[in-house]
T-cell receptor, first 111, second 112 residues
Framework: AQSVTQPDIHITVSEGASLELRCNYS??????LFWYVQSPGQGLQLLLK??????LVQGIKGFEAEFKRSQSSFNLRKPSVHWSDAAEYFC?????????FGSGTKLNVKP | DAEITQSPRHKITETGRQVTLACHQT?????MFWYRQDLGHGLRLIHY???????NKGEVSDGYSVSRSNTEDLPLTLESAASSQTSVYFC???????????FGSGTRLTVV
């Protein structure tokens, strides 16, 4: 069975600081992995996705994620956080036309 | 522009009442999904459909039903609303071979 774990429920970073959000997955084959962002009161927006090939994936809004098979991880990073990045972030695994989501990480940004 | 819309945006209902949440998409996507979002649980799949007349149960389907009579709509019905069904509900759609969802803006349902 597949599953996605996001170990951090809340993270607070200062504006301008770097960010890394953790995601671990459990899946028997090469996974299709995604990161979504949800602003308050909004639906989910796709940040980036990994299918195969280059393990460092670039996304929108300056985000990137690195797939590490040996660690079963797909961590999201951003070198310099902006106040507008405050939101909830979801890692997801795609299998047979369905998504399996992690429980989310809420990001707070301090001025 | 193509879109996916959910209605209503907010709903308050009483325990035991039947409630239907609407989801309409103009992407012409085959696949449609309903999720509920609760604090600490992320998004959990309720029901999904891969085409007209096709419906399938997700991981938290008890107390919910869906029907797919056309490509555009997948209404979610709560047969007898319970307080445990207070949640935010998201509809999503996708097309085969296109690995990504398009999400609606959500419906916040409160059962009192």
């Amino acid at each position: 069975a597949q599953s996605v774990t996001q170990p951090d429920i809340h993270i607070t970073v200062s504006e301008g600081a770097s960010l890394e959000l953790r995601c671990n997955y459990s899946y028997g084959a090469t996974p299709y992995l995604f990161w979504y962002v949800q602003s308050p009161g909004q639906g989910l927006q796709l940040l980036l996705k990994y299918f195969s090939g280059d393990t460092l994936v670039q996304g929108i809004k300056g985000f990137e994620a690195e797939f590490k098979r040996s660690q079963s991880s797909f961590n999201l990073r951003k070198p310099s956080v902006h106040w507008s990045d405050a939101a909830e972030y979801f890692c997801a695994l795609y299998n047979f036309n369905k998504f399996y989501f992690g429980s989310g990480t809420k990001l707070n940004v301090k001025p | 522009d193509a879109e996916i819309t959910q209605s209503p945006r907010h709903k308050i209902t009483e325990t035991g009442r039947q409630v239907t949440l609407a989801c309409h998409q103009t992407w012409n996507h085959n696949n449609m999904f309903w999720y509920r979002q609760d604090l600490g649980h992320g998004l959990r799949l309720i029901h999904y459909s891969y085409g007209v007349q096709d419906t399938n149960k997700g991981e938290v389907s008890d107390g919910y039903s869906v029907s797919r009579s056309n490509t555009e709509d997948l209404p979610l019905t709560l047969e007898s609303a319970a307080s445990s069904q207070t949640s935010v509900y998201f509809c999503a759609s996708s097309q085969d071979g296109n690995y990504g969802y398009t999400f609606g803006s959500g419906t916040r349902l409160t059962v009192v």
